[in-house]
């Protein structure tokens, strides 16, 4: 009938298309093989840049025949004079320009076409720049042409004003650009250092940075990019590295030594040496608390044999010495004393400290809360409070922290693990934030913590509970060095993997929490003074009695079961 | 106004993994030699066979790939120069000679390749700033210090080369975000901060990443579909 459309039937399409590949597959194994052919014969013409321009213009990521074709190219532009290298460098450009409009995002058409730059006897950078923004055009987020620019800007010289410029251009035509951002970030401070050398930007600078991000997150509350711009704007501070805490033990004789920063102690590392009663001691053994890593922030080595009981008020001084400072600790052990410390009189740095001045931040607070009245379930604006408020005052707003905390779980729920680790976190940190980590005796239990943050901080604490709470890991506790007795009732403890080698630890509490397998337990084998210990309410009572249990820990006198 | 979230959302996804259908997949493979994908994908083939292998030893079927014929493969792909190939008739490069050395560890095989010759080719691609480039035409990128490190680590040779270097580079891609791109002032990606990450970790330089800052970027790629994108607006991709 005439005028009726054939329509082909599904088995038919998928033959056809089988087909199709079938001899595309031919086609690219026979052009591979004579380019290879070709290539062994060390021919460097005008047809294997024709077949290896085929096969690439189809499968730009076949990376051998990108070598094959540069041999080619070198070799022409060695024999060639400098008017017609220049013209095969010109072609290669539109070439490689054709490949990129099919293929925008292949490692391998970037990388040939740097390559190709660096050899031209005369590239023209300001063509190279303008196909960077004619591909940014077509899609802005793609990383390949954002460190193609890169590269051009670095090879032409292009200043980093001229490249602010462009983030601007980007970002006032479109807010919801990560990438420009995220470039400005990196141009910022070069070109508009801050005077105190911290490599932030200058203040006055920062302060129009919160404006234009807050005109981005008022416009636009869900685009992430200027939400993730603005928490880089708080700055976080640097942490600079000091002497925390210098604790002294007679029995057993010992130092700690508490940094606010990992280092690494001793060779190509950090020095820290001692002295007691104004001598130095030689061949002083440093062991960190995180005995599987070089680097840690708590250290601790032995005084056998350099400290005396019974004697009259023992001097003991400690000197680190490292390229970013240099700083002298003294601690005394008064004549009846077992124990000493000297704690530095900084307070304690939150994790979301930041650069920036109280009144910005006061200031972004404020302009946060009007969004949170606009939009109240936008998590951005509520993550943002919270870490606006932490970084004004994290006692102050204790409560208000924990409000919008919840809140965040529930209105972006997915996420609500990080956020209850946050939370922890941030009680931890309160609690430090008080100076209670000097007492002898901390108490955590019933703040539904989820994980243990700063356990160096406790490090010199003997009695500890954390009961009542969401643990299911110990590891962290491998920094309490001086705990005796420690409660983790009512938890959702696994395994004591994190306790063993604890040196002090008599009396440990395991009450109602998983611990199912016999090996939950052997890591307390290696407590060596370990001699109390309940596991009432655990899996593991069900299948092993006490004599079974006491074969794992033998060391022990009292066991609740 | 606001930003259309891209996102895949599909109502008809079963909700359990099938193990099975996964196993029967990759061992059709082997005997898929003309296929058009097989053919097409010839230049990362090395990496092909690494990710088939060890998918099939994480589901306990390891035993049904055909191990003698793999081994044969790989020590034809390694090149005088030490390095090794993604298949025959390829360049040797960076990230199948990784591939390759992660094969033969898996078959607990080193022993058929010429292992002092991979670890000249490694040591030869590192550069001045202790970066690492793929291969002799010089392509830098943070997946290549990954490689690398991983590929000594893995042949216990990590002295052949400037791991301080290779470390202040890695350190010198990290960003704003606690992520990290493939060079300095890259922009962060899931895959690059996979490399970085596995430096540091096999260096034990793991504390130099603000490791809850990173934490928090990396969840944000969760989209609602329960998919993972690359970075931040992308498509669930991983």
């Known amino acids: ?561 | 106004m606001g930003t259309a979230a891209k996102d895949v959302i599909d109502v008809q996804q079963p909700n359990n993994l099938l193990l099975d259908k996964h196993v029967e997949y990759i061992c059709a493979y082997e005997n898929k030699k003309d296929d058009y994908e097989y053919v097409m994908t010839e230049y990362l083939r090395m990496s092909g066979i690494y990710w088939c292998i060890t998918a099939m030893d994480l589901m306990g079927h390891l035993h049904k790939m055909t191990a003698e014929d793999i081994i044969k493969v790989v020590k034809k792909c390694q090149h005088e120069c030490g390095g090794v190939s993604p298949s025959e008739g390829h360049d040797p490069h960076l990230l199948y000679t990784l591939s390759a050395v992660q094969i033969l560890c898996t078959y607990d095989a080193l022993d058929v390749v010429d292992v002092d010759g991979l670890v000249l080719y490694v040591s030869a691609l590192q550069q001045e700033d202790g970066s690492f480039v793929g291969d002799m035409w010089g392509e830098v990128d943070t997946r290549f210090s990954f490689c690398a490190l991983a590929c000594l680590a893995l042949l216990h040779r990590l002295d052949a080369v400037d791991v301080e270097k290779a470390i202040e580079f890695v350190l010198s891609c990290k960003n704003f975000d606690g992520g990290f791109g493939t060079k300095p002032g890259s922009e962060s990606h899931a895959g690059q901060i996979y490399c970085c990450l596995g430096v540091l970790a096999i260096t034990g330089r793991l504390h130099e990443v603000d490791a809850d800052l990173l934490g928090w970027w990396l969840c944000e790629r969760q989209l609602p579909s329960g998919g993972l994108n690359g970075k931040c607006l992308d498509l669930a991709f991983f």
């Open chain 1, 1 to 561: 009938m005439h005028g009726r459309l054939k329509v082909r039937t599904t088995a038919e399409q998928q033959e056809l298309k089988r087909q199709e590949r079938t001899q595309k597959l031919n086609k690219f194994q026979a052009g591979f093989n004579r380019a290879s052919q070709k290539r062994l014969n060390k021919e460097y013409d005008k047809e294997s840049l024709l077949i290896t321009g085929q096969l690439l213009a189809a499968n730009p990521d076949v990376s051998t025949l990108w070598n094959y074709r540069r041999e080619i190219i070198q070799h022409l532009l060695d024999v060639k004079p400098k008017e017609e290298a220049q013209l095969l460098c010109s072609e290669e450009q539109e070439f490689l320009e054709a490949c990129l409009r099919v293929n925008p995002k292949s490692y391998g058409v970037w990388h040939h076409r740097s390559w190709l730059l660096n050899k031209m006897p005369t590239p023209d950078w300001k063509t190279e720049l303008q196909l960077c923004n004619k591909f940014l055009e077509y899609d802005e987020r793609n990383f390949h042409c954002w460190d193609y620019r890169r590269f051009v800007v670095k090879q032409s010289g292009v200043s980093a004003e001229e490249e602010l410029e462009f983030t601007s251009d980007k970002i006032s035509s479109n807010f919801s650009n990560y990438s420009s951002w995220y470039y400005r970030s990196k141009l910022l401070p070069v070109v508009h250092p801050s005077p105190d050398g911290s490599g932030r930007a200058a203040e006055d600078v920062l302060l129009k940075e919160f404006q234009l991000v807050q005109n981005a997150f008022f416009t636009d509350p869900n685009d992430q990019s200027a939400w993730f711009y603005h928490r880089w704007l708080l700055g976080k501070g640097e942490q600079k590295l000091e002497v925390d805490c210098l604790y002294v033990s007679l029995d057993p004789p010992k130092i700690i030594v508490r940094l606010t920063k990992p280092v690494k102690v001793g060779s190509n590392g950090v020095a820290l040496s001692v002295s007691v009663q104004g001598k130095q001691l030689s061949n002083v053994h440093w062991q960190n608390s995180a005995s599987s890593s070089l680097y840690g922030s708590l250290w601790e080595c032995s005084l056998q044999d350099h400290l005396v009981h019974g004697s009259d008020c023992q001097d003991i001084a400690v000197e680190l010495n490292s390229s970013e400072h240099t700083q002298l600790v003294t601690c005394a052990l008064g004549a009846d004393q077992s124990e000493a410390k000297a704690v530095s009189s900084s307070s304690f740095c939150c994790s979301e400290m930041t650069a920036a001045k109280t009144e910005t931040l006061t200031n972004e607070l404020e302009s946060c809360k009007q969004l949170e009245e606009l939009e109240p379930n936008n998590k951005w604006a509520l993550l943002t409070i919270v870490l606006l408020m932490r970084a004004i005052d994290p006692l102050r707003y204790q409560d208000d922290t924990s409000r919008y905390i919840e809140k965040l779980q529930d209105v972006d729920s997915v996420r609500r693990n990080y956020y209850r680790d946050l939370e922890s976190k941030y009680k931890i940190e309160n609690l430090l934030e008080r100076r209670l980590h000097y007492e002898n005796c901390v108490e955590l239990n019933g703040i539904a913590l989820t994980a243990l943050y700063y356990m160096e901080y406790l490090a010199t604490v003997s009695e500890i509970d954390f009961s009542s709470n969401k643990l299911s890991s110990l590891g962290q506790c491998c920094h309490l060095r001086c705990v005796k007795c420690l409660v983790l009732d009512d938890n959702v403890i696994v395994s004591c993997d994190g306790l063993q080698g604890l040196p002090l630890l008599e009396d440990l509490s395991l009450r109602n929490n998983n611990i199912s397998t016999i090996e939950g337990l052997q890591p307390l084998n290696a407590c060596a003074q370990l001699r109390k210990l309940a596991i009432n309410g655990n899996p593991v009572t069900q299948t092993h009695d006490c004599e079974q249990l006491k074969l794992v820990i033998p060391q022990l006198s009292y066991l609740s079961h």
